[in-house]
């Protein structure tokens, strides 16, 4: 059985409204999916380059780089 998402603690919606995960929710996901999420706390890891670059630079630029 899967988990119930809370918004407000696995999930919020941007001002655009996409859902967006949260940090807490790609932790307790356990890994990186690849997909290149806001709140990835893995650092990109399984995200393909040159993306991966890109996406880490643009954390830092955001001020939410580990």
Known sequence: MEKKLIEGV???FS???LMVFT???HLERGNCCGNGCMNCPYNYMSVAEPR??????EKKNRGTAQ
């Open 15 to 17: 001002d655009d409204g």
């Open 10 to 12: 696995h999930y919020y």
């Open 23 to 25: 940090r807490q929710y």
């Open 52 to 57: 991966r670059t890109q996406l880490i630079k």
